[in-house]
């Protein structure tokens, strides 16, 4: 009886975890199509600035601009790592920590930025110098004139080499690859596209060297926006998919325990009808 009864405890348990975990894949899911739609746009926006930003440099003296001169020597670069203040999406994070931890082996060579409670943790107990956290932002994206502002100032003070982003890139809803971009010092590079001479010829206003200057920074905030973009995206795609597994895993389970609750309810009913039997046979 007590095994009987513990059984079905077990099924109500496990149904009740199943409906949350339902519930929590819908919540992902809609959030998921929202923040897929802006991944998607705000990727081809990027292109366009960064596309913008190549054209514009190659017609500039673009030599001596401080946000595109090399390494100062002193080896320090700023980190931006971007993870998610929640749990249970299953092993993005994961990823993206290995990820991490391959590409800077040196955790106390650089100075941390972090955007997700997760990322603070593993840049904590590493022994890492978290410069900042913006984890407790109602939104990632509002932060991101701050972050700029904190990438550039540090990066023209020569505090550090270079400014890393850290993300997972979005590409679909099964699929998210950790990746480190480096967005400064900028690197121009050189179109392998053909244009014609109509195409080379544009007028712009006040001149290319003004334009391409106050470019700059509006691409720098671009960049990190798109990561944020990218890195929410994953987010909810990779719960939706953890939930959708745990929901399958729990009715997988239902289905085992209400095989043998009826295996041990169909013992206890033949037990007690050989009881009954054996005792009428007793008394004749």
């Known amino acids: 009886m007590a095994s009987i009864r513990l059984l079905r ?5 496990v149904k009740n975890i199943a409906q949350i975990t339902k519930a929590m894949e819908m919540v992902a899911a809609s959030k998921m199509k929202k923040a897929q739609t802006q991944a998607l746009s705000g990727k081809l926006y990027a292109q366009k600035i960064f596309d913008m930003v190549m054209e514009l440099g190659s017609r ?29 999406c299953g092993s993005l994070n994961t990823n993206l920590f290995r ?15 972090t955007l997700g409670k997760k990322g603070a943790d593993i840049v904590v107990r590493t022994g890492g110098s978290l410069k900042a956290d913006f984890s407790q932002s109602p939104t990632f994206i509002e932060t991101v004139p701050a972050l700029a502002e904190l990438a550039i100032e540090g990066f023209l003070a020569k505090n550090y080499d270079g400014v890393d982003l850290v993300y997972n890139e979005f590409f679909s809803a099964l699929k998210q690859t950790p990746k480190k971009k480096t967005i400064l010092p900028l690197t121009m590079q050189a179109s392998d596209q053909k244009v014609t001479q109509s195409e080379k010829e544009f007028l712009i206003e006040p001149s290319i060297p003004e334009v391409f200057d106050k470019l700059l920074p ?13 890195s929410e995206a994953s987010e909810h795609s990779a719960r939706m998919v953890a939930m959708r597994n745990a929901t399958d895993n729990a009715k997988s389970r239902i289905e085992d325990l209400t095989l043998m609750f009826n295996k ?11 009881d009954m039997i054996t005792a009428r046979m007793t008394v004749a």
């Open 218 to 230: 509006h691409y720098i905030e671009n960049q990190i926006r798109d990561a944020i973009l990218q």
């Open 99 to 113: 990820f991490f931890m391959d590409a800077y082996p040196a955790i106390d060579a650089n100075e941390y930025v």
């Open 264 to 274: 041990a309810r169909q013992e206890k009913i033949t037990y007690e009808i050989s």
């Open 9 to 13: 405890n077990r099924i109500r348990s």
């Open 60 to 88: 500039s003296d673009t030599k001596h601009h401080p946000l595109l001169m090399k390494s100062n020597g002193s080896g320090k670069r700023l980190i931006i790592l971007l993870s998610t203040n929640k749990g249970l």
